[in-house]
């Protein structure tokens, strides 16, 4: 069984910045690559970034990039997303997402808010 599970969002100031994690489980981690969405108040779910199941590869969303960061520890099954310089319409539901077995799953999310 698929198990995402995100931890770390906050409340931050703008220009602040916070650590996502994400751990995994129930699927060979190092086999699938893994994702960072994101879902503001009245808005649809937008992926972030997405790492190859390596690390050897990322992708960003250009309202990110430059900012944030994504990575991987495939001896723990855990994904990150260091966000730097952190604006307020950053906010958002931060979700973990993998593809298995041609499905989206997706954690519970953790809340980011960025205002002063």
């Known amino acids: 069984q698929v198990q995402l599970v995100e931890s770390g969002g906050g409340l931050v100031q703008p220009g602040g910045s916070l650590r996502l994690s994400c751990a995994a489980s129930g699927f060979v981690f190092s086999r699938n690559a893994m994702s960072w969405y994101r879902q503001a108040p009245g808005k649809g779910r937008e992926v972030v970034a997405t790492?190859?199941?390596?690390?050897?590869?990322?992708l960003y969303a250009d309202s990110v990039k430059g900012r944030f960061t994504i990575s991987r520890d495939n001896t723990k099954n855990m994904v990150y997303l260091q966000m730097n310089s952190l604006k307020p319409e950053d906010t958002a539901v931060y979700y973990c997402?993998?593809?298995?077995?041609?499905?989206?799953?997706w954690g519970q999310g953790t809340q980011v808010t960025v205002s002063s």
């Open positions: 997402d993998t593809i298995y077995a041609n499905l989206h799953y």
């Open positions: 790492i190859t199941g390596t690390g050897g590869g990322t």
